[in-house]
């Protein structure tokens, strides 16, 4: 059933250079596709849902960037927007009337956040964040949950040590023991964990810090119920609460999942589709919150390239066609007939594989348990099988990200046609994990 192999004769030879110029041949980790057969690759051009690589072979894509491209590749209106600003000028270091506009059309679509400020990445922005909530609280610990990932800052490269609450141990080297001793880290889904950490540490917690929807390792949906039980114990010990919407974000609508959980964080934080897929972060609370930042308040932060004016062109034509009515709606029940097929595929088979989803969000877990709420619950082992099934899909002209705890997303420019040939192709590769 194997299809003859393609060429991927460029994306090597292109791999094997910038291995000279890279550490791993990528500027980012996941890009080297160490979790997954094969080697990276490498790019050439993109249109609506479809990528094409150095050896001219087109996939389907549901990498998606990882997450921005909730338009697909090379939207008319984007690029359009960002072409027009490119004859303007790429950066003053001054203040445009476009930081305003798009600031305008994300406040008055979002009422969970009065300010906002833009840096150039979802790093950027968490690591701001925690600087206001500490500044604000004038207490120096975070709690984070094992599983969520919130960016590449020093504080939060940290894992979790063993036992209920423990302070956590550094995940990267580089990070000081110091700084990881700041950052407790506990499971998600588990409120006697939340209340040991706030007995053990009452009157120290500046902030918990906690993904939208975590969706970096694996899908793992909270309840509503742990989300507002979150929401009340943070409030009770006057801790901030920082909702990561860096991926939820724009992504489950424009109030993003503090909307989907209906609770009022202290501080939220964007990435990703703000910038239409160009590199644009923002953190957003209360005015009396934002007042901290400097110039304003004692909390400094700053930004050379700060709302970059192509940047927010960028992101004003994605999120102008996001507000549109039923924009959500339609994504979502696209997703949904999409989600519910390769469903009834798998248990008309009997395969041992869950698909979760949420919004236009997606994760296969190759796994019999029907509920997976931590990161702990995962097997890595069942990563084997992901590997296969992202080969397959790759011979097959279909783009998964090269990690089995990586999501899948998909755009608006994902057509019903290209569904359902992706479809045909998940099935065959879930046939050939299963059946060999
Ligand atoms: C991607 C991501 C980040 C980091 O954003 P970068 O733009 O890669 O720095 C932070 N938090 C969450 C939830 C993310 O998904």
């Not at 445009?96 to 679509?109: G, K, P, R, S, V």
């Not at 959980?261 to 990435?271: E, K, L, R, V």
Request: glycine share 10%; proline share 3%; charged share 20%.
């Amino acid at each position: 059933m194997q299809t003859p192999d393609i060429s991927r004769a460029k994306s090597a030879e292109l791999f094997e250079k910038a291995k000279q110029y890279f550490p791993g041949g990528v500027n980012s980790p996941v890009r080297a596709f160490k979790s997954v057969y094969g080697t990276p690759l490498f790019i050439e051009r993109g249109d609506k849902a479809h990528l094409w690589d150095a050896d001219g072979n087109q996939f389907i894509d549901f990498c998606c960037s990882w997450g921005p491209l909730i338009l697909g590749h090379n939207n008319d209106q984007v690029r359009e927007a960002v072409a027009a600003q490119l004859s303007k000028g790429l950066s003053f270091g001054a203040p445009t009337a476009l930081e305003n506009e798009l600031a305008e059309l994300i406040i008055e679509n979002n009422k969970y956040i009065e300010k906002i400020r833009f840096v150039s990445s979802g790093t950027e922005a968490v690591m701001s964040a925690i600087r206001l909530a500490r500044g604000f609280t004038k207490r120096d610990k975070i709690i984070k949950f094992d599983g969520c990932y919130h960016g590449h800052s020093d504080s939060l490269l940290v894992k979790a040590g063993s036992g209920l609450v423990t302070f956590g141990e550094t995940s990267s080297a580089g990070v000081p023991k110091a700084f990881a001793d700041e950052t407790i880290v506990i499971e998600l889904n588990d409120t006697a964990a939340l209340e040991a950490a706030f007995a053990e540490f009452k009157g120290q917690v500046a902030a918990v810090i906690i993904e939208g929807i975590p969706a970096n390792n694996g899908l793992l949906l909270q309840t509503k119920e742990y989300m507002h039980f979150l929401r009340e114990i943070t409030k009770t010990n006057g801790t901030m609460l920082i909702l990561d919407e860096v991926i939820t974000g724009f992504r489950l609508g424009f109030e993003g999942a503090a909307a989907y959980y209906d609770i009022q964080p202290d501080i939220i934080t964007y990435g990703k589709i703000i910038g239409g897929g160009m590199p644009v972060g923002a953190y957003g609370a209360s005015r009396e919150l934002m007042a901290c930042i400097s110039p304003d308040g004692a909390v400094y932060q700053a930004g050379t390239l700060s709302g970059n004016p192509v940047a927010m062109a960028a992101g004003i034509a994605a999120l102008k066609i996001l507000a549109q009515k039923d924009f959500y709606t339609n994504l979502n029940a696209k997703t949904a007939t999409f989600v519910q097929d390769i469903r009834s595929y798998i248990a008309e088979k009997g395969y041992q594989v869950q698909l979760f989803s949420v919004a236009s969000i997606f994760w296969f877990a190759f796994t019999e348990q029907q509920d997976i709420k931590k990161a702990s619950e995962i097997n890595p082992a069942s990563m084997d099988a992901y590997k296969i099934m992202h080969r397959e899909l790759l011979n097959r002209g279909v783009y998964f990200g090269p990690s089995g705890y990586e999501v899948g997303f998909i755009s608006e420019a994902h057509t019903e046609s290209d569904l359902d040939t992706a479809k045909k192709h998940i099935f065959e590769a879930l046939d050939i994990v299963f059946n060999g």
